[in-house]
């Protein structure tokens, strides 16, 4: 069994809906923006950094919203499309007050556009991982948890 890859993911919530990347592989389907943590990042720079690749946007990074872990050797049937395992950390974020989503200059090979999808809309689209009713539940009773970073504690002295 290999690493657990790590994966930085934004909720982005504005007037009742949800910022979400549009991809066409193998069919339209939407992604949170967001992706693999690189080495030598927190995991809070890792999402302002996949956002702004993603989106142009930048973005102020909030609570632990959701955790979603992809154990492939947990999955019946064919996981050979996607063998590794993954923890997606999906934080709370808001868009700075300067910043305007639209698609970057060079997106990814098969990101087509982003959409702000209304939540009451949510579950007429195919998201990846399929985490609507997951994502509905957040946004109806926020439930989050606070993402402590060590260098930003005060240092004990042990005697």
């Not at 990074?61 to 947990?74: I, N, Q």
């Not at 809309?121 to 509905?136: A, F, K, S, T």
């Amino acid at each position: 069994m290999s690493h657990v890859r790590i994966r930085c993911t934004a909720l982005i919530i504005d007037n009742d809906s949800i910022l979400l990347v549009e991809y066409d592989e193998r069919g339209v389907h939407y992604n949170l923006p967001g992706g693999g943590l690189e080495p030598g990042e927190t995991v809070v720079e890792g999402v302002k950094r996949e956002v702004l690749e993603e989106t142009g946007a930048e973005i102020e990074v909030g609570p632990l919203a959701l955790v979603y872990e992809m154990a492939p050797h947990k999955q019946s049937g064919d996981y050979n499309d996607n063998p590794e395992h993954g923890l997606h950390l999906i934080f709370e974020c808001k868009l700075t007050s300067s910043s305007l989503p639209q698609l970057p200059p060079h997106p990814d090979p098969h990101q087509t556009t982003i959409k702000w999808i209304p939540i009451n809309e949510l579950d007429r689209v195919i998201l990846i991982p399929n985490i609507n009713e997951q994502i509905i539940d957040y946004v109806q009773n926020r439930r989050n948890i606070e993402v402590i970073e060590d260098h930003q504690l005060e240092r004990l002295k042990l005697s």
